[in-house]
């Protein structure tokens, strides 16, 4: 009885993980173009948004943002398959509350924090409430960002799969 549950479960998970990468690599059927993944940056440095849109547009569609109400717009209005925060920004709600927030209303939605501080205290609050993926040092390497970003989207793809096998 509970291989045919495994099995069951497996079966669903793997037409769930098939639905989901036809998204981004579209079905050889239609051949419909592959959609890229959404990147929502939000920084108050117009030239690090500037650098990352330069840096990143051939893989991802971004949308860049310079204020945490302008990123909760664009969260509200399109799908984000991933959140990069910087940490300072002026006002009263900082990058990892930005991103508890984010984790909250889009639990689904990769959480990056990029931060030029090292405050250890941050750090802890972004991994153990804000649940981030990583955090990402100022100034960003283009391969550390590029590798993190996909690493995070491969395992926001199968990992949800995984867990219900552990149920099991």
Not at 21 to 29: A, L, N, R, T
Not at 85 to 94: A, E, F, L, W
Not at 100 to 109: A, G, I, R
Not at 110 to 121: A, N, P
Request: with cysteine.
């Amino acid at each position: 009885m509970t291989s045919d549950i495994m099995r069951e479960q497996f079966n669903e998970a793997h037409d769930n993980l098939n639905r989901t990468m036809s998204k981004y690599i579209g079905s050889p059927v239609n051949k419909r173009p592959k959609q890229k993944p959404v990147v929502l940056y939000l920084d108050d440095e117009v030239k690090n948004l500037e650098g990352f849109k330069a840096s990143f547009r051939r893989d991802y569609s971004i949308i860049t943002c310079l204020t945490v109400e302008e990123a909760f717009d664009a969260l509200e209005n399109n799908h984000i398959d991933v959140v990069l925060s910087d940490h300072r920004m002026p006002g009263k709600v900082k990058g990892v509350d930005f991103l508890c927030q984010v984790k909250k209303d889009y639990p689904k939605t990769l959480r990056i924090l990029v931060t030029g501080y090292s405050d250890i205290k941050v750090v802890e609050k972004a991994i153990n409430i804000a649940k981030i993926w990583s955090v990402i040092p100022k100034p960003w390497n283009h391969e550390n960002l590029l590798n993190s970003i996909k690493e995070g989207l491969f395992n926001n793809v199968f990992t949800p799969s995984l867990v219900h096998l552990d149920r099991a």
